[in-house]
């Protein structure tokens, strides 16, 4: 996921350095990622790790020091669970003509499924953010917050503002011995979304810069899979050499295929459309793929059917096997679509879904998981629908 942002940051001339920020431990595979995109795009790439979850925005202010070191003009603010064609270069256009504090990109929505997001009340004509509301409650806009900012400097101010209303209400709570202020979430956590945006909408700060490229937020197996079908179609026009092609002697390809250099295919494989192979995954003799994503080092063993899937790292999934799900796009233009805001659960049974095996499961020959989750480790021995696997 995070690859995307890099790629579509190192495009921007004059980029000085990217950030990641975040509350999780940095590993050894990240610390790879990381070595490896710095050497491809050849830009600095750091992570920087909060002491605490400090919200949104809270990250923001925290390593200000760091993000405003070499003086930029402005910096692009990319939500981390989020799918787009990133048109930063267009953005930063807008920001040259006319610079604000704050932009947002912001697509459309329909009415049902705008409840879902941030929502913006624009000005047609100059493109201020008269009004901002984060998952409201009846229709606002059918504007809807991307995840995806350009701020200037100067944008840190506010943050700091907020920051200083918390240590006061944290203080206050204190000094009045409030029995809640134990679970008070810390004068660093910051909401960008409620504790500035909506506050500052109207007072000519807040910008949006309307895109109607490809965007999607991803918050579930579902959400990947669609994030995964709109980046490879996107690859038709940008990268197009990235797309397994259909070559004599070479498995059968159904539309947008990636397949990494490293993975071994059979040639009576059947895959596509919208599929995703990772690095040095294995795909045996007569093995259907649809809709799916094969995370590294996976195999699939002979004649085996995976259907709108995740398959985790290492797992193995044996011949004759068959592994589905239920497609639950979470497209924001369509009102049908199930939303992650849904329990994934009614009476007590688990909703149809994407189907997931975690990392390093085995799955034996000629067994069916359907509609099910399953977490890292497990082996097997019979068919499972509609489950949780522990």
């Known amino acids: 996921m995070i690859q995307h942002h890099i790629e579509a940051c190192a495009q921007v001339p004059g980029m000085q350095e990217i950030l990641l920020i975040g509350f999780y431990q940095p590993d050894e595979a990240l610390t790879r990622f990381l070595d490896a995109a710095q050497q491809e795009f050849n830009l600095p790439i750091r992570y920087l790790q909060e002491f605490a979850p400090l919200g949104t925005g809270?990250?923001?202010?925290?390593?200000?020091?760091?993000?405003?070191?070499?003086?930029?003009?402005?910096?692009?603010?990319?939500?981390?669970?989020?799918?787009s064609d990133f048109p930063l270069g267009a953005m930063l256009e807008a920001h040259r003509r006319q610079p604000r504090p704050f932009l947002l990109l912001g697509t459309t929505a329909n009415r049902t499924q705008?409840?879902?997001y941030g929502c913006i009340v624009e000005n047609p004509e100059t493109h201020e953010v008269?009004?901002?509301?984060?998952?409201?409650?009846?229709?606002?806009?059918?504007?809807?917050?991307?995840?995806?900012?350009?701020?200037?400097?100067?944008?840190?101010?506010?943050?700091?503002?907020?920051?200083?209303?918390?240590?006061q209400d944290q203080q206050l709570c204190l000094d009045?011995?409030?029995?809640?202020?134990?679970?008070?979430?810390?004068?660093?956590?910051?909401?960008?979304?409620?504790?500035?945006?909506?506050?500052l909408s109207g007072q000519g700060q807040i910008y949006v810069h309307l895109t109607d490229g490809i965007w999607s937020q991803i918050k579930s197996a579902g959400s990947a899979l669609y994030a995964s079908r709109l980046y490879l179609s996107r690859y038709q026009l940008t990268h197009p050499e990235r797309l397994a092609q259909l070559i004599p002697g070479g498995p059968c390809i159904r539309g947008n295929v990636f397949i990494h250099p490293t993975a071994k295919v059979a040639s009576s494989a059947v895959l596509g459309p919208n599929v995703s192979i990772g690095e040095g995954v294995t795909i045996g003799e007569g093995v259907r793929l649809r809709e799916s994503i094969v995370l590294h080092g996976a195999t699939l063993q002979e004649h085996t059917?995976?259907?709108?899937?995740?398959?985790?790292?290492?797992?193995?999934?044996?011949?004759?096997?068959?592994?589905?799900?239920?497609?639950?796009?979470?497209?924001?233009?369509?009102?049908?679509?199930?939303?992650d805001s849904e329990s994934l659960f009614r009476d007590g049974k688990l909703l149809p879904a994407i189907t997931i095996l975690g990392c390093r499961v085995r799955i034996p020959a000629e067994v069916l998981i359907l509609n099910s989750i399953v977490l890292p480790h497990k082996e097997l021995s019979r068919s499972f629908t509609n489950q949780i696997i522990l």
């Open 58 to 83: 809270g990250g923001l202010y925290h390593f200000r020091d760091q993000i405003l070191a070499g003086g930029p003009e402005a910096f692009f603010v990319l939500n981390a669970d989020v799918c």
């Open 305 to 339: 059917c995976v259907l709108h899937s995740i398959v985790g790292w290492g797992s193995t999934v044996g011949r004759w096997a068959r592994v589905e799900g239920t497609p639950n796009d979470p497209n924001p233009n369509d009102p049908r679509a199930r939303m």
């Open 114 to 116: 705008s409840l879902n």
């Open 130 to 167: 008269l009004h901002y509301v984060e998952k409201p409650s009846t229709f606002v806009s059918d504007i809807i917050n991307c995840g995806i900012y350009l701020f200037s400097p100067e944008a840190l101010k506010p943050l700091r503002d907020v920051f200083q209303r918390n240590q």
């Open 176 to 199: 009045l011995g409030d029995g809640s202020s134990g679970s008070w979430p810390g004068a660093g956590t910051i909401r960008l979304e409620q504790d500035v945006f909506t506050a």
